[in-house]
């Protein structure tokens, strides 16, 4: 009664590699999105509150900019790296829906710096800090999940 069966032994292995393959990609997806936030909050802090202070007025327009930016660098990153093996042989359809997904991802940023800002009426570079922060983790929760099941999903045609 106490032993394990051969074949449930080897079950227990698959599952454990592939949770060691889903780790190792949330690993790189991680390590993609914290070079993108570098990219979104650096954008965005010079194009507020650096020289010039050249959209300081514009806060959310700011965001949306310097999502747009971190977003390229992004898709770059999770093609060719994270999701590198599961990319589509011809891209037309994978950066529509990489676009579609960041939109989203855009908007949910977007609103929480609109909520902090004309809701809960804060100000400021940290406040406004915080919220975009908020909105790019419930945003990078979503990407994710949209980038593996919906924007990489071509099946694996290469080996390593």
Avoid: Q
């Amino acid at each position: 009664m106490g032993s394990i069966e051969r074949g449930d032994a080897g079950a227990g292995r698959g599952r454990l590699s592939k949770l060691a393959r889903w780790a190792y990609e949330a690993g790189k997806f991680g390590a993609v999105g914290a070079a993108a936030w570098v990219v979104d909050n650096g954008f965005y802090l010079l194009a507020t509150e650096g020289p010039g202070r050249l959209m300081a007025a514009w806060p959310v327009r700011a965001s949306i900019l310097a999502s747009l930016v971190a977003t390229a660098f992004s898709y770059f990153g999770n093609r060719y790296w994270t999701f590198s093996r599961r990319r589509a042989k011809l891209p037309a359809k994978e950066v529509a829906a990489f676009a579609a997904a960041n939109v989203v991802g855009v908007l949910i940023t977007g609103a929480c710096l609109y909520f902090s800002r004309w809701v809960l009426g804060f100000h400021g570079a940290a406040p406004d800090t915080l919220a975009r922060n908020i909105g790019i983790a419930l945003g990078t929760v979503f990407r994710y999940l949209a980038y593996k099941f919906w924007v990489f999903n071509a099946k694996t045609t290469r080996t390593r």
